[in-house]
């Protein structure tokens, strides 16, 4: 893990009628995805979700796992809502990457942001810690996000089925190992 992912963080603020705000800053990669899963975590119900709003002013880059679960969450609060997660302030880079993974049909693309952010401040950011994860907890975390993608999209199958394959082996592995 380099120097730039120890600054990278997930935040969010509670906004009113129900709207959560969730900054991401940094890189949103595989080593921060599992603190947004974690956010999702304590947020979403099986039959529940808030309705987030993704700012992406200070990302400057998404990789496929942290992809991923942004695809799991628009799902969720679609099918909990019937509404999409709205994702602000992308740059050219972000904006491509969820273009690629074909997310710009589960999000809507705002800008400027809606006026449910007007009130939010730096102040009201609260970070979220990284969860303690096993390397297996890794690994069910990725396989979960690539699956997510896969759903999303499905051409995004002939990219990732062989990452899914090499994640299935290395999940057994992980577990023989824990194992003994």
């Known amino acids: 893990m380099g120097g730039r992912e120890n600054n990278s963080q997930v935040c969010y603020a509670q906004a009113p009628d129900d709207v959560t705000v969730v900054k991401i ?13 974690a956010l999702l975590g304590l947020l979403n119900r099986p039959d529940y979700s808030p309705r987030y709003i993704l700012d992406l002013s200070e990302c400057t880059t998404l990789d496929s796992t942290f992809l991923g679960v942004i695809a799991t969450l628009a799902i969720h609060q679609t099918y909990s809502t019937g509404s999409h997660t709205i994702v602000v302030n ?3 880079v972000t904006m491509r990457q969820i273009e690629t993974m074909g997310l710009q049909y589960l999000v809507e693309l705002h800008t400027p942001p809606p006026p449910e952010t007007d009130e939010i401040g730096d102040r009201d950011f609260k970070r979220v810690a990284a969860p303690r994860q096993s390397r297996t907890d890794h690994l069910l975390h990725m396989i979960a996000s690539h699956e997510a993608l896969i759903d999303v999209n499905s051409g995004n199958e002939m990219v990732f ?5 090499s994640l299935q082996e290395s999940l ?3 577990k023989n190992n824990e194992a003994k």
């Open 25 to 37: 800053v940094g890189r949103g990669t595989l080593e921060l995805s599992p603190r947004l899963s």
């Open 90 to 92: 992308t740059n050219e």
């Open 161 to 165: 089925r062989p990452v899914l394959e």
């Open 172 to 174: 057994e592995r992980a």
